[in-house]
């Protein structure tokens, strides 16, 4: 577990998520889950607000890809640069430009899910435990491989957590 010096307040919550979780194992397992969890979604549920005010399925699905792609930079610009600094994003704009609709979107955004995790899955196998300790900067906040690693499995856990809520109402 990464130590509270490796990241930002902010990031608590998906970190305390991933106690007692394996990160290999939760990267190998947390898309199946998913795809599990909506595979018996109708097509009309889709572009539904899950709540007034709140997103779709669909822009859900897009906030998780392009977060996990995020995230995935992040780890390797830090490998390649110990010490850069990088900018956060807003999660909302990000969304209101995803244009995340249809069905397409939801199998093109479910298939781009499996297969980051595969290639972050592939990048962590392969570095040693000194490259998972390097250190960047988000927003001036320090933030290590390691904890951006259990960041995309706790954001996602999170996510799981409230899918399932949502569906089982």
């Not at 995340?100 to 040693?128: H, K």
């Not at 900067?137 to 259990?150: E, K, M």
Request: aromatic share 10%; glycine share 8%; proline share 4%.
């Amino acid at each position: 577990m990464p130590d509270t010096t490796e990241y930002h307040a902010f990031y608590q919550g998906y970190i305390e998520q991933m106690k007692g979780y394996s990160i290999p194992e939760r990267l190998s397992i947390q898309g199946f889950l998913l795809e599990e969890l909506l595979k018996a979604l109708k097509e009309d549920q889709l572009d539904q607000p899950m709540a007034p005010g709140k997103w779709t399925l669909n822009q859900v699905l897009g906030h998780i890809l392009d977060t996990e792609k995020i995230m995935h930079y992040r780890i390797l610009a830090i490998c390649r640069d110990p010490g850069v600094a990088l900018t956060g994003f807003d999660q909302d704009a990000y969304v209101e430009r995803g244009r995340f609709r249809g069905v397409e979107t939801f199998q093109s955004n479910m298939n781009g899910i499996l297969l980051n995790r595969n290639l972050l899955r592939f990048f962590l196998d392969g570095l040693d435990e000194d490259q998972t300790l390097l250190k960047g900067t988000i927003d001036g906040h320090p933030i290590s491989v390691r904890a951006l690693y259990f960041i995309i499995c706790g954001h996602m856990q999170h996510h799981l957590y409230l899918l399932e809520r949502y569906l089982s109402d």
